[in-house]
């Protein structure tokens, strides 16, 4: 048995009451380290709170927040955060408005630049930020959160504004970050810009945690389906149930909804049965279905295959 990892961010009994309004209810995690986390829920859900609140930045009403590690050490700052908004100065360059923050930390230039090359900034350095497009600015804003080298990173909407291209990258970088050791808590509004990246999901609805797992613990629970039709439907479901594929559910409609089996295992079961299959169709979950099943997020429109949850 491998050791547990140590806690990078650990959260026990979390309430935040403001005036006579509670936006964060009895929220508990823990995030080991080398880990990608997410808090994942729609706009009103608490997640910036839970971050200003892990940072220490927000006190709690009550509950508790441990991070590992806190100020400088061996020339390294223990977490790094962008929150939102991004507290940069539109008149101010890129290159100039990194180097203010890298000042206060005391970080050198060639760090600067090092960074603005990282978040391929380097060609549009002397821009106003300004002229900056939204993914720019995200961009722009991990840079000023790396600029300490920190293991831990705090990230508010890292994918707000990136275009795919941008969001493959960071995707990348995070879970590079997390091969090393390091671990990431980010928020994301929708699942499906939360699950290329997450290790663990925590979803929050109405300030508490309607969703705490893995992204496969969750796909179990949300599977795709193949919607039949045969000229038994009792037979098929016995049939099926015998080689391993016990989760099939009668619809209204009279199609039987079988999860996780592939076509070939559906027709090798209906052959062993005898029974003639007269009409087969795929129905694949998109996550943030999924999401709005768990939350009073909007639902997701029905899905072509191109949007079937990640195995």
């Known amino acids: 048995m491998s050791p547990a990892r140590p806690l990078a961010f650990a959260v026990a009994g979390l309430h935040k009451t403001f005036d006579t309004e509670t936006v964060v209810r009895d929220v508990s995690f823990v995030v080991p380290a080398g880990t990608v986390a997410a808090l994942v829920g729609p706009a009103g859900a608490g997640k910036s709170t839970v971050l200003r609140m892990l940072l220490g930045l927000l006190p709690p009403t009550s509950g508790t927040v441990h991070t590992s590690g806190s100020g400088v050490r061996r020339g390294r700052r223990a977490v790094g955060a962008a929150l939102t908004p991004r507290g940069l100065h539109p008149a101010r360059t890129a290159r100039d408005q990194l180097r203010v923050f890298a000042g206060a930390a005391g970080v050198s230039d060639a760090r600067v630049d090092e960074l603005l090359t990282l978040v391929r900034l380097d060609t549009v350095s002397g821009q106003r930020i300004q002229s900056f497009t939204p993914g720019m600015g995200t961009r722009l804003a991990l840079a000023a959160a790396l600029l300490g080298d920190p293991p831990l990173l705090v990230l508010d909407e890292p994918t707000l504004g990136l275009d795919p291209g941008e969001t493959a990258w960071l995707t990348e970088f995070l879970r590079a970050h997390a091969r090393r050791g390091g671990t990431v808590v980010f928020t994301a509004r929708t699942l499906s810009a939360a699950l290329p990246m997450a290790d663990e999901l925590i979803v929050l609805d109405r300030g508490a945690i309607a969703y705490q797992g893995s992204p496969a613990r969750?796909?179990?629970?949300?599977?795709?389906?193949?919607?039949?039709?045969?000229?038994?439907?009792?037979?098929?479901?016995?049939?099926?149930?015998?080689?391993?594929?016990?989760?099939?559910?009668?619809?209204?409609?009279?199609?039987?909804?079988?999860?996780?089996?592939?076509?070939?295992?559906?027709?090798?079961?209906?052959?062993?049965?005898?029974?003639?299959?007269?009409?087969?169709?795929?129905?694949?979950?998109?996550?943030?279905?999924?999401?709005?099943?768990?939350?009073?997020?909007?639902?997701?429109?029905?899905?072509?295959?191109?949007?079937?949850?990640?195995?």
């Open 218 to 311: 969750l796909r179990r629970s949300h599977p795709d389906r193949l919607l039949v039709k045969s000229s038994s439907q009792i037979a098929l479901a016995t049939a099926l149930a015998a080689h391993g594929f016990t989760d099939a559910v009668m619809r209204p409609d009279g199609r039987l909804a079988v999860a996780e089996v592939t076509l070939d295992r559906l027709e090798a079961a209906a052959a062993a049965a005898r029974v003639q299959l007269t009409e087969i169709s795929a129905e694949h979950v998109h996550p943030d279905q999924v999401l709005a099943s768990l939350t009073r997020a909007a639902p997701a429109p029905p899905s072509p295959a191109l949007y079937a949850m990640p195995r």
